[in-house]
């Protein structure tokens, strides 16, 4: 088995893992390019088909992962398919995920390596002491998300 296939493989292991503790069914984790500044993604779980060429590479700024991302700290909506605030972009209704919540994974200097996502399929407010386990979850891989890692 190829390093790069034993990578994927473990870090499809992590989300998958993480998804299960949160009780959620969904999941991204994306790690920064740092020669275009968007995300790339690197692992993913219950995403539809339609939806992977829209996730492949997220720029900064742009969608759930992307604001989380630029600012550096939890986004959640509480229901993505009534969510009018602007964060989600309309082809993320198609998950069909409702809850969800997206942190930036950020090193022990605060430097940006990525973004872990997770959701939900009805309706939920992820609570403070949930954000900040996956803050805490995205920071333990933060050095291994980064390219040299």
Not at 14 to 27: H, P
Not at 80 to 105: C, E, F, I, M, N
Request: aromatic share 4%.
């Amino acid at each position: 088995m190829s390093s790069d296939h034993a990578t994927a493989l473990s870090w499809s292991e992590f989300l998958e893992q993480t998804i299960a503790s949160f009780g959620c069914v969904t999941g991204t984790l994306h790690r920064l390019d740092p020669a275009d500044g968007h995300l790339k993604l690197v692992a993913h779980r219950g995403i539809p088909e339609a939806l992977m060429p829209v996730i492949q590479s997220i720029p900064v700024g742009k969608g759930i992962a992307g604001a989380a991302a630029q600012r550096k700290e939890p986004v959640e909506l509480c229901n993505l398919q009534t969510d009018a605030s602007g964060v989600a972009k309309s082809g993320a209704k198609q998950t069909q995920v409702q809850g969800s919540l997206a942190v930036p994974v950020l090193d022990a200097n605060g430097r940006l390596c990525g973004t872990l996502g997770i959701g939900k399929l009805t309706p939920y407010e992820f609570s403070s002491d949930e954000k900040r386990r996956l803050v805490q979850t995205a920071g333990s891989i933060a050095t291994r998300l980064l390219p040299d890692g």
